[in-house]
């Protein structure tokens, strides 16, 4: 047995002992996307600081806790706050709870983000699913030996993001008259937002929007025959007029006010799933 795997059998026992029920869908919260978590019925959470072999979040606007409940029915699997390579973690342990979600039998996987947009067409507050991606310079979190039992040595990455998910929140959309962008998410390092040239790079590459997260945590998923949904929230414009600046105070607020119809989108496709 190779050392994660037994990390992982570790994990997965401990929490298995905390949740004795089973969550077919995983959730991921971005930053200023958190209150998500007050619409699940909560049946128990456990702090990242209490689960063996798991990372622990730093960063503001990340809650740090794993939450097992119920939300329109269906069992999910919460992430309330993500690790992020830029805070040092390896991409290894960027993506060990994507890891621990399939072992304990999560197939779907919805994961959100706060993202600056390169789009002329997008604004702040706008949501989009992403429906590809580009790594752009982010580490392979796959890049070493491979373990069979995750996963195939060359994972096909032609449907990152499942079409049929896809479909089911557009229409969801559709009937509720919530506007829904779709588009390609580059994703960069960080911890700088980027620079002028490196945003309109990222337009000329065919990116709509830019962040931080979401790629390595896709691939993982992918790797591990995990169907994917993502959505992007608009909080800056990285074309914009000279004067203005990009804070992180600005993308947390923009994501907060955009919430309520992420939240929404969220609900109706667990419902969906
Ligand atoms: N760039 C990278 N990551 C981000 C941005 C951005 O403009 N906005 C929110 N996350």
Same mark, same amino acid.
């Given at each position: @047995?190779s050392?994660?795997?037994k990390?992982?059998?570790e994990?997965?026992?401990?929490?298995k002992n905390e949740f004795k029920e089973?969550a077919?869908?995983?959730?991921?919260l971005g930053?200023?996307?958190?209150?998500?978590?007050?619409?699940?019925?909560i049946?128990?959470e456990?702090?990242y600081?209490?689960?063996p072999?798991f990372?622990?979040?730093t960063?503001k606007?990340?809650?740090?806790?794993l939450v097992?409940?119920?939300v329109?029915?269906?069992?999910i699997?919460a992430?309330?706050?993500r690790f992020?390579?830029y805070?040092?973690?390896t991409p290894?342990q960027?993506v060990?709870p994507i890891r621990?979600m399939?072992?304990?039998?999560v197939?779907t996987v919805?994961?959100?983000?706060a993202a600056?947009s390169v789009n002329?067409n997008?604004k702040v507050g706008?949501m @989009?699913?992403?429906?590809?991606?580009?790594?752009?310079?982010t580490?392979?979190?796959?890049?070493g030996?491979?373990?069979?039992?995750?996963g195939?040595?060359?994972?096909?990455m032609?449907?990152p993001?499942?079409?049929?998910?896809i479909a089911?929140?557009?229409?969801i959309?559709?009937?509720?008259?919530?506007?829904?962008?779709?588009?390609?998410?580059?994703?960069v390092?960080?911890?700088t937002?980027?620079?002028?040239?490196e945003y309109?790079?990222i337009k000329?590459i065919?990116?709509?929007v830019?962040?931080?997260?979401?790629?390595?945590?896709?691939?993982v998923?992918v790797?591990g025959g @995990?169907k994917v949904?993502a959505?992007s929230?608009?909080?800056?414009?990285?074309i914009r007029?000279?004067e203005?600046?990009?804070?992180?105070?600005e993308?947390?607020?923009?994501?907060?006010?955009a919430?309520?119809k992420?939240?929404?989108?969220?609900?109706?496709?667990?419902k969906a799933i």
């Amino acid at each position: @047995m190779s050392d994660l795997i037994k990390k992982l059998t570790e994990t997965v026992a401990f929490i298995k002992n905390e949740f004795k029920e089973e969550a077919g869908i995983g959730v991921i919260l971005g930053s200023g996307l958190g209150n998500f978590i007050q619409e699940v019925t909560i049946e128990k959470e456990i702090p990242y600081s209490l689960i063996p072999h798991f990372p622990v979040s730093t960063v503001k606007g990340h809650g740090g806790k794993l939450v097992l409940g119920t939300v329109n029915g269906k069992k999910i699997l919460a992430m309330s706050g993500r690790f992020h390579f830029y805070e040092g973690y390896t991409p290894q342990q960027v993506v060990y709870p994507i890891r621990v979600m399939k072992m304990l039998g999560v197939h779907t996987v919805l994961l959100s983000n706060a993202a600056g947009s390169v789009n002329p067409n997008h604004k702040v507050g706008d949501m @989009m699913i992403i429906n590809d991606h580009i790594s752009f310079f982010t580490p392979n979190p796959l890049v070493g030996k491979n373990d069979e039992e995750l996963g195939p040595r060359f994972p096909d990455m032609s449907e990152p993001y499942s079409k049929d998910l896809i479909a089911k929140a557009i229409s969801i959309a559709q009937h509720a008259n919530i506007e829904l962008k779709q588009g390609v998410y580059v994703g960069v390092t960080g911890p700088t937002f980027e620079t002028r040239a490196e945003y309109q790079l990222i337009k000329a590459i065919g990116g709509d929007v830019v962040g931080m997260s979401t790629v390595q945590e896709n691939i993982v998923a992918v790797h591990g025959g @995990m169907k994917v949904f993502a959505m992007s929230i608009v909080t800056d414009l990285g074309i914009r007029d000279e004067e203005n600046v990009i804070t992180h105070e600005e993308v947390l607020q923009a994501a907060k006010e955009a919430e309520p119809k992420f939240t929404f989108i969220f609900k109706e496709l667990i419902k969906a799933i």
